[in-house]
């Protein structure tokens, strides 16, 4: 209570450095990753939870009415949308001959003229490519089946653990908030990585990496039985 503004002040400041960076992408992972959050609120908080997500709703039909008016929408209806297509077909045509182990880390962009005349189609829109800008597909190409699952689990995992410690407020345990948040952003990243790749990110890994670090010494300095609550 003594520091919110401080933290109404955060999340404003965050929303607008969000909103100038014109990341289409960050904004629909931001109000998947609030409406989680308040979708996740005890039945406590019943009036909040019906107004914050009534505004959520108005305020995603007033982006979706208004979007087509908006700086870069028609690059990124058309020329993004394209472009994306294409890295996810090559990157399939990858996946399907090197399944098991992937290509290597860097092997996409290094190799990533060779990659599109082998899969992709031709000629291409794009010589070069970073990544295939899914976070899944970019995780199966690069280290096959096991990376897959290795960097699903990973942004799967503050989901479960944080609803885990956020049905925790019914026994007044102060961890709550922390799983609640946490479970937010776990879905904005999963959102946020069905078209671009969280986990190379440089503007969103330390933050991921942060909260993941948390987590764990949650997790390990909890036991299970409290943090699922079968036995209160």
Do not use: C
Request: charged content about 15%.
């Amino acid at each position: 209570k003594k520091n919110k503004r401080i933290y109404l002040g955060i999340w404003l400041l965050g929303i607008v450095l969000l909103s100038s960076s014109q990341s289409y992408n960050g904004v629909v992972s931001l109000f998947a990753g609030l409406a989680a959050i308040f979708i996740l609120l005890p039945t406590d908080f019943r009036a909040v939870k019906t107004a914050a997500l009534s505004v959520l709703a108005v305020s995603a039909l007033a982006l979706f009415l208004v979007a087509p008016h908006l700086p870069k929408y028609q690059t990124s209806i058309h020329d993004s949308r394209l472009t994306r297509l294409e890295f996810w077909h090559v990157a399939v045509g990858a996946i399907k001959d090197h399944f098991w182990t992937g290509i290597g880390i860097k092997t996409w962009e290094k190799e990533y003229p060779h990659l599109v005349e082998k899969y992709g189609p031709f000629p291409p829109l794009n010589w070069g490519s970073v990544q295939p800008h899914n976070v899944f597909l970019d995780s199966f190409v690069k280290a096959g089946l096991p990376g897959f699952f290795a960097i699903t689990a990973l942004l799967l995992w503050p989901i479960f653990e944080g609803m885990a410690f956020a049905r925790s407020y019914k026994h007044r345990h102060p961890n709550w908030w922390f799983g609640l948040s946490l479970a937010g952003y776990g879905i904005a990243m999963v959102v946020f990585g069905l078209i671009d790749d969280p986990i190379w990110s440089d503007d969103t890994m330390p933050v991921l990496f942060i909260l993941y670090f948390a987590l764990a010494y949650l997790v390990l300095s909890i036991p299970r039985r409290e943090r699922f609550w079968q036995n209160p």
